[in-house]
């Protein structure tokens, strides 16, 4: 289904942007998922990730959709290899996209074996400085996303205090951006990828890009708060999707471990057999 979903709401609508590819497709074609057209020696297959449509014809180029899924931690070694055929002559190529997963899983561990390259903004000092979305300072203060401290008031939060006060510090430079389309349009205008791993193989590049590039303050706040609110209760699935989806980190499930022990009190059953309470 999701292939499915994939061939008509993206491939298709790309493909009928490009006049000579277009000028090549027949005139009558209504079924956009099933119908076979060939072109020469081309051919694309759009397929679900399961083990059987992994096991079929070498492939030159190989995308691989949406890697955090769970689906893909024991199938993508099996799809890499499709492209082995092509690999001595130096014609094979993956391109993966995903949103960030959990620590450890094949979109992760894919991101942190290649270059690395996050998204930077152009600072006042003519800079690149990573886009990222904020911590704290040595001295304490917060950098990036930040707003107001009297947003929170005896535990509870003011959102539309955070909205109005949201806005985005330079970590270094203290430069201050506000939560405007214009500030967006500068980050893509004179930004660009900043390369983090110095030590990546120069054909394994890995790229990232956050929230921040192209959503508003105001809506970033304003979830973030609603995740925080979650968490405090115990749920942390609204945390989860937010440090996965908006912040583009991998999520670390943390188990805690709680050690009891005990020492000689001196009591013994005797003390309670006429049925008193311990």
Not at 172 to 181: A, F
Not at 204 to 211: G, I, P
Not at 264 to 274: H, N, P, Q, R, S
């Amino acid at each position: 289904e999701d292939a499915k979903g994939h061939m008509k709401q993206k491939a298709w609508p790309l493909w009928k942007s490009c006049p000579p590819f277009r000028a090549l497709l027949p005139p009558d074609r209504h079924d956009k998922t099933t119908t076979e057209i060939y072109f020469g020696p081309f051919f694309l297959l759009c397929q679900g990730a399961n083990l059987n449509n992994l096991q079929g014809v070498g492939v030159r180029w190989l995308f691989n959709d949406e890697l955090w899924l769970p689906v893909w931690q024991d199938l993508y070694q099996h799809a890499v290899y499709r492209t082995r055929d092509y690999e001595r002559a130096g014609k094979d190529k993956i391109v993966d996209v995903s949103q960030c997963g959990s620590v450890g899983d094949v979109e992760e561990r894919n991101w942190k074996t290649g270059t690395r390259s996050v998204w930077g903004y152009r600072g006042s000092d003519g800079k690149l400085h990573p886009l990222l979305f904020g911590g704290k300072r040595e001295d304490g203060s917060r950098w990036g996303l930040v707003w107001s401290e009297d947003a929170r008031k005896d535990g509870r939060w003011n959102k539309a205090r955070a909205i109005e006060t949201a806005r985005y510090e330079a970590k270094d430079t203290g430069q201050v951006w506000t939560d405007d389309p214009k500030t967006i349009a500068e980050w893509n205008r004179d930004g660009g990828y900043i390369q983090t791993n110095e030590h990546a193989s120069p054909s394994n590049l890995s790229f990232s890009v956050n929230a921040l590039l192209n959503r508003t303050f105001a809506s970033l706040v304003e979830e973030k708060i609603d995740a925080m609110e979650l968490a405090s209760r115990g749920d942390m699935s609204a945390m989860r999707d937010f440090k996965q989806k908006a912040e583009t980190e991998p999520w670390e499930e943390v188990h805690l471990t709680v050690e009891i022990s005990t020492k000689v009190t001196g009591f013994k059953y005797a003390d309670y057999a006429e049925g008193q309470a311990w």
